[in-house]
């Protein structure tokens, strides 16, 4: 079993940034999709859980291309530390709507997938608990 931890959540201003990590043991990430996810705080539905979650990067593992999100495109990165067992996402120019909790996420890539833009659709397997990031002045 796989086990996601997200860290590094906080206030920052408008135009800041900040940086999260995400990280794994039970098992190496090395094969799967992995991506992080956002929703506004307060709007989870206990009986719907993970619906009102958006994709804002997917990163396929094993060619290592990460797809982003328009709305964070230019201004978050993903990347993987030199042990291979935790993730971060780097963000900067924040802004309000940013805010949000943020989950860390992986997936098994299915066959029919071949590129990250296409995983971190419906199949997620493993999620982190979230971690709340508040964008304001």
Same mark, same amino acid.
């Given at each position: 079993q796989l086990q996601l931890v997200e860290s590094g959540g906080g206030w920052v201003q408008p135009g800041?940034?900040?940086r999260l990590s995400c990280s794994a043991s039970g098992k190496s990430l090395d094969g799967?999709?992995?991506? =992080?996810?956002? $929703?506004?705080?307060?709007?989870e539905r206990p009986l719907a859980p993970g619906a009102d979650r958006k994709r804002v990067l997917c990163h396929n593992s094993k060619d290592g291309t990460t797809y982003y999100a328009d709305s964070v495109k230019g201004r978050f990165a993903f990347s993987r530390d030199n042990a291979n067992d935790t993730v971060s996402l780097q963000m900067n120019?924040?802004?309000?709507? @940013?805010t949000a909790v943020y989950y860390c996420a992986v997936a098994q890539?299915?066959?029919w997938t071949h590129t990250a833009q296409a995983?971190? $659709?419906?199949?997620? @397997?493993? =999620?982190?608990?979230?971690?709340?990031?508040?964008?304001?002045?």
């Open positions: 800041g940034s900040l799967y999709a992995i991506g =992080w996810f956002r $929703q506004p705080p307060g709007l120019a924040l802004r309000p709507e @940013d890539i299915a066959p995983m971190c $659709q419906g199949g997620i @397997d493993y =999620w982190g608990k979230g971690i709340l990031v508040t964008v304001s002045s």
